[in-house]
């Protein structure tokens, strides 16, 4: 079982940036490099969608259109957490941002193929 913490969160005006960590504990450790880690979020009446995901090697990254070029995931292995740079942020973006890992090499944008899940952290973006 793994356990994901997320924390950063918070209100913040149009143009502004946050800097989101998910903590990982539980199956972790030396194996914490053999999950891919992903950033979702979801807005009230939509559904969840991956907003970043990197691969257990840190050699591939994903981002939607949406995203790109302003958001930005990063890992620290020794400390078992993976970040979410987010700039230049809108009010489109404000959203319970969730962090979610799942066993394998590949990273899936479909929030349906990932295994764990932490408990989300508020991001609102005022205009």
């Known amino acids: 079982q793994v356990q994901l913490v997320e924390s950063g969160g918070g209100l913040v005006q149009a143009g502004g940036s946050l800097r989101l960590s998910c903590a990982a504990s539980?199956?972790?450790?030396?194996?914490?490099?053999?999950?891919?880690m992903g950033w979702f979020r979801q807005a009230p009446g939509k559904e969840r969608e991956v907003v970043a995901a990197?691969?257990?090697?840190?050699?591939?990254?994903y981002y939607p259109n949406s995203v790109k070029g302003r958001f930005t995931i990063s890992e620290d292995n020794a400390k078992n957490t993976v970040y979410l740079q987010m700039n230049s942020l809108r009010p489109e973006d404000t959203a319970v941002y969730y962090c979610?890992?799942?066993?394998?090499?590949?990273?899936?944008?479909?929030?349906?193929?990932?295994?764990?899940w932490g408990q989300g952290t508020q991001v609102t973006v005022s205009s």
């Open positions: 979610a890992a799942r066993e394998g090499a590949s990273v899936p944008s479909s929030y349906l193929e990932w295994d764990y």
């Open positions: 990197i691969s257990w090697s840190g050699s591939r990254t």
């Open positions: 539980g199956r972790t450790g030396a194996t914490f490099n053999t999950y891919a």
